[in-house]
């Protein structure tokens, strides 16, 4: 019987040690970057797919993991392209860089780090 106490209370403690690591292991990491295009460019601005021509359009922009220097690009509904100059985002902060687009039409939103492409979103202003 004591070695079935011994042999319990050591699985106890092997199970609360382990717990914890398990746990950590199973959890989904955060993104290391968030991205998203809203129809407005206000810190509170919500992520949007369709924005009305007369909006202000904003693609946000945010580090969650370390201070990078990022790219962004916008791909208009007539094949031309157009990149903002490299810019610091400082890990934690929201940025925000101003679409002005009134072009109906699908545009594409691609954000580059290190030249890599670390996210894109689509909008459409209705025609």
Request: proline share 6%; charged share 15%.
């Amino acid at each position: 019987m004591k070695g079935l106490k011994t042999l319990t209370t050591t699985l106890v403690a092997a199970a609360s040690l382990l717990a914890p690591a398990l746990a950590s292991a199973g959890a989904p990491k955060a993104p290391a970057y968030s991205h998203y295009v809203a129809c407005g460019i206000s810190q509170n601005a919500k992520p949007a797919h369709v924005c009305q021509k007369k909006r202000q359009k904003g693609a946000f922009f945010r580090s969650n993991s370390a201070t990078v220097f990022y790219t962004v690009c916008v791909k208009f509904p007539t094949k031309k392209n157009l990149c903002a100059p490299r810019q610091e985002a400082v890990q934690g902060t929201l940025y925000v860089n101003k679409i002005t687009s009134n072009i109906s039409g699908k545009h594409e939103v691609s954000w580059f780090v290190a030249g890599k492409r670390v996210g894109s979103f689509s909008f459409t202003v209705p025609g």
